[in-house]
DNA sequence: AAAATGATTTAGGTAAGACTAAATTTTACA
DNA sequence: TGTAAAATTTAGTCTTACCTAAATCATTTT
């Protein structure tokens, strides 16, 4: 049966703290999905309790993802990114106004809708974010992008994907356009601070790493 | 603060069921809401001691909406409206498929949303039921439609309104051309079961009072 | 008018999913 | 290596919204 809205955002939230490889830690979950770390130990008890278990979990040592977790998480992740794509194309969004909306949106839609969306967009790869969408049979697909800390003095690229949730964040971003799929060159690295200086369109911007770091890049 | 999922669930089946002026039972809402009678009470007398009250209730003597839970109810039906219109125009679904996404989309949508969808559909009038969608400002618009069962040998109309939930039902008369927006003629009358004879497009069919009473005409 | 029937309400209980406070385990560091 | 701090878990509550069973009210029939 369908996970809950609650349940799915669980497991839409483990995936994302171990992807880099790490169990999640209760105190990272429970500030991601604001809750008490106490909640947080209690569903995940709930969550691996289930037959089948989605998720893995010793006590004191983090949780993963069974590959039934996985497979729920990325069904989630599938629908929220393309939610996103799709009120951007057709109602007008720009692409960091859309996350809160989609957050909502992902839990109720059917299978028919994901599959009318994803046919009326063209099957996109990306959403606006630059985010790689979910197949749909569930596998991710590779990541071939470089984070745009790694660049060095010109070095240039085009920018994929914004990691990040913070609308002020992404508001900024876009001012300075520095948006999925422009063309962008490092024009300084300043190897005390790693700072980098970079040119997008028209505009130069200095940026630290808290920036540098969550704009990925396919190198040119 | 919005109401829950629940409760606006409940004020849409409760302006419904009032639309004829008679305030709705406990039973005739819990059949609605595939809810138990004594959850319906419950319910109630909760939504009556909010303030604002949602609702007017006695005991024993049925509910009818205040000011404040019919705004609220119309809220959701503009929702709803809007979002099976936008199915319909936006992603090639049939109007006889639309209920059942729209009732779960109906809860999570924003005010924005709300307001992009109607601004790109042109402000619509009717939904794909043809059922009037509530202004921006929550006025329910005038209907001067009447029911099919009203009319007699030789007179005609056009279809505004076909108004049910069930999708057998539904899908039935759309394979007949009974749709909204189809023109219509009485061919004949049976004074004894009130069956209609009707003509829509090239086809003929007999209609009984359970569907008659369903269709809404703009008499020509 | 009393009894039967049906509708409604009351009382008490359950499941999800959150919370606080207290107990425990792990980690860090002096 | 012992202790303090931080992280985590346990235990016990709360709220929402549902349920069943039993009691009460209203209506119809006799």
Known sequence: MKPSTSIQDYLKRIYELTE???????NDLARELNVKPASVTGMIQKLAAEKPALVEYQKHQGVTLTAAGKRAALEVIRHHRLIETWLVQTLGYSWDEVHEEAERLEHVISEDFERRIAAALGHPLRDPHGELIPT??????LDEST?????????????LCIKSADADLLRHLNELGLTPNTSIEVVDYSPFDH????????????LGLNITGRIFVEKK
Chains 1, 2 share one sequence.
Request: avoid cysteine; aromatic fraction near 0%; glycine fraction near 8%.
């Open 20 to 26: 880099n490889g790490q169990p999640a830690s209760t």
């Open 195 to 206: 700072n980098l200086t970079v040119t997008a369109g028209k505009r130069t911007s200095v």
């Open 147 to 159: 984070p745009l800390s790694a660049l060095r003095k010109n070095q240039s690229g085009k920018i």
């Open 136 to 141: 749909a049979d569930l596998k991710m697909p």
